[in-house]
């Protein structure tokens, strides 16, 4: 076979093991990430605070597999953005549900751990146009 095969071998021997390890290593790293969030989140106290709506947004991540014409997936994320009455916004991931029933602009208690959100309970309308006027 010649020369030509020994650096190959080389190669496959000395890369791969560093490709490996570099690859367990992101994935471990993510996972780390999201547990010290998730730890990070169960520390914080559960509050319950008067908000606003002020912005909603969508992220829509499509993934289409080269090797397979009708393969493909899409994922759609939630955001929404809330106002509490000192004027600071936070941003929280939601169900395409919550999503659905949120408008800008609705006034409510917005339920909350770190960043993790729990819920939004609207006020009735009668109640936002009191407090406006």
């Known amino acids: 076979m010649g020369w030509g095969s020994d650096w190959m071998f080389d190669f496959f ?4 093991p560093v490709f490996f390890i570099v690859v367990v290593g992101i994935v471990l790293l993510s996972a780390g990430k999201g547990l010290l969030q998730w730890s990070r989140n169960n520390r914080q106290p559960l509050l319950t605070v ?3 709506i002020v912005s909603k947004r969508t992220e829509v991540k499509h993934t289409h ?3 397979d014409t009708t393969s493909s997936r899409t994922r759609t994320t939630y955001y929404v953005t809330f106002e509490v009455k000192s004027g ?3 941003e929280f991931v ?9 408008a800008e602009g609705d006034q409510g208690m917005l339920r909350f751990q770190g960043t993790r959100f729990y819920s939004f309970a609207r ?3 009668i109640h936002q ?3 406006r006027g």
Do not use: I, N
């Open 13 to 16: 021997g000395s890369v791969m």
């Open 50 to 52: 008067e908000s606003k």
């Open 65 to 67: 597999h080269h090797d």
């Open 88 to 90: 600071d916004r936070m």
């Open 94 to 102: 939601v169900s395409g549900e919550e999503y659905g029933m949120c």
């Open 123 to 125: 006020h009735p309308k």
């Open 129 to 131: 146009d009191l407090a």
